[in-house]
């Protein structure tokens, strides 16, 4: 199995401003994925993290909002732009390979004020 | 497009119960089916999975499901509840149909489990 190290585990924010949030893999990992968790709501997928190019965002999230890095197989970073309160989530790194069940991070769970 | 859905938002039970979280899929193809379990504050930890071998799966912690083609159910059960089950449970399906990583979850399953 995967190790998932997300940072930070949480924090608290002003709107307006930004937060980049880490997830680092203790192995080389196919594919990386981000979720959003709000409030009592399961997980909505925000896009898949591609190695050197640009990330595939779902429907409902775009990238001036969800910018998202992916340098390399083990590690990639999201940032929440320009912050609402409506973006106060739970956001979750997934990684998985081809042949194995996808692995979660504990999250970040973020409070904007 | 794949779907799932969960029935019952909120499940309690008596400690030592059968448990029954009901999960039912959308999918044009045979799909890969999972079960998750989420406790407070943590994140998602992989209960069981399905991937178009035995129907009746076994996962971790006592749990297990079938699959169901006839009804697309994939319901999770567990003999004898245990305080500890008390966590939120998610069942998934992969988008696209086959594959482990990109998951479409269901709605989830609240699990309260009483003395």
């Known amino acids: ?113 | 497009a794949q779907s799932v859905t969960q029935l019952g938002s909120h499940v309690s039970v008596s400690e030592g119960a059968l448990v029954l979280l009901r999960c039912n899929y959308s999918s044009s193809v045979p799909p890969y089916l999972f079960w998750y379990v989420q406790y407070p504050n943590q994140g998602l930890q992989l209960l069981l999975k399905y991937t178009s071998a035995a129907t009746l799966v076994k996962g971790i912690n006592g749990f297990e499901a079938e699959f169901k083609k006839s009804e697309t159910s994939f319901h999770l059960t567990k003999p004898s509840a245990h305080m500890s089950d008390a966590a939120e449970y998610f069942c998934a399906v992969s988008d696209p149909p086959g594959g482990y990583n990109k998951l479409i979850f269901g709605a989830g399953t609240r699990l309260a489990v009483h003395p």
């Open chain 1, 1 to 113: 199995s995967a190790v998932i190290s997300q940072k930070p585990s949480r924090d608290i924010c002003q709107r307006g401003t930004s937060l980049t949030i880490q997830c680092q893999v203790d192995s080389q990992v196919t594919m990386m994925f981000w979720y959003r968790q709000q409030p009592g709501q399961s997980l909505t997928l925000i896009a898949t993290a591609n190695q050197g190019s640009e990330a595939t965002y779902e429907s409902g999230f775009v990238i001036d909002k969800f910018p998202i890095s992916r340098p390399n197989l083990t590690f990639s970073t999201l940032t929440v732009s320009n912050m609402s309160p409506e973006d106060s989530s739970i956001y979750l790194c997934s990684v998985g390979t081809v042949n194995t069940e996808a692995f979660f991070g504990q999250g970040t769970r973020l409070t904007v004020v």
